[in-house]
């Protein structure tokens, strides 16, 4: 079946603009995650979506980043006034909503490159 | 919150040879240890992964290990080959709706 799917692939944009990167998980997938992938590092957890519940924002590196969810489908996560340092890659995952189960499965990307 | 160290971060080996690669985790409630290839351009893709109620899964030529009392989690890839060159990440979590942390990546080389 279709996996997570992000838009776009990549994304070029200048200092003090905004951005907005779209997600569609799996579906049947409850659970949505975005994470932050900087060149050459791991992957660092920004916020999370479970259901109808509020969603986990503890990793947002700051007030510039949002992101909503509607329903248990698309999701799009919206940078501020973008910096340099938010150039990164942004991967979305999802996973089932079965709270014995962890695995989640990942889109492949967008690249944002902040000029 | 969880901690996720790995080693090495690059590794180089020969074609059809074992390549090896650990992690180390902080939170003793972390039950939930997935591993992900991530080739170039690509998003991470998970490959195995092992729950704490077992010390050893394998899949092929693929195994991962486990042990809790020591707080660390292994990757072994028998019989390596070039389509198997790409960055590897190990993670943790405590299961279910809990996010992943992930450690920093190995990048592995097979070479012909």
């Known amino acids: 079946g279709a996996g997570v799917s992000q838009s776009p692939s990549n994304k070029v944009t200048e200092k003090g603009k905004d951005v907005e990167l779209r997600c569609d998980p799996i579906?049947?997938?409850?659970?949505l995650y975005w994470y932050r992938q900087r060149l050459g590092q791991g992957l660092e957890f920004l916020i999370y979506?479970?259901?109808?519940?509020?969603?986990?924002k503890s990793g947002l590196p700051s007030d510039r980043f949002s992101a909503e969810r509607t329903g248990e489908s698309v999701s799009t996560l919206t940078i501020q006034r973008t910096q340099q340092e938010d150039s990164a890659v942004y991967l979305c995952?999802?996973?089932?909503?079965?709270?014995?189960?962890?695995?989640?499965?990942f889109g492949p990307g967008t690249r944002l490159t902040v000029t | 919150g969880e901690n996720v160290e790995q080693h090495p971060s690059t590794l180089s080996v020969q074609e059809g040879d074992s390549a090896v690669i650990k992690c180390t985790y902080s939170?003793?409630?972390?039950?939930?240890f997935p591993w992900y290839k991530q080739e170039l351009g690509k998003g991470p893709q998970l490959i195995i992964d092992?729950?704490?109620?077992?010390g050893e899964k394998k899949d092929q030529r693929i195994a991962v290990t486990l042990n809790k009392t020591a707080k660390h989690f292994s990757l072994h890839i028998t019989e390596t080959q070039p389509e198997d060159s790409a960055v590897y990440f190990c993670?943790?979590?405590?299961?279910?709706?809990?996010?992943?942390?992930f450690g920093k990546g190995t990048m592995l080389l097979v070479s012909p």
């Open positions: 995952a999802s996973s089932l909503g079965d709270s014995r189960r962890g695995e989640q499965y």
């Open positions: 579906s049947g997938h409850t659970a």
């Open positions: 979506f479970q259901g109808n519940s509020a969603p986990d």
């Open positions: 939170d003793s409630a972390s039950n939930y």
């Open positions: 092992i729950r704490s109620n077992v």
């Open positions: 993670a943790a979590s405590k299961g279910g709706y809990s996010t992943l942390t």
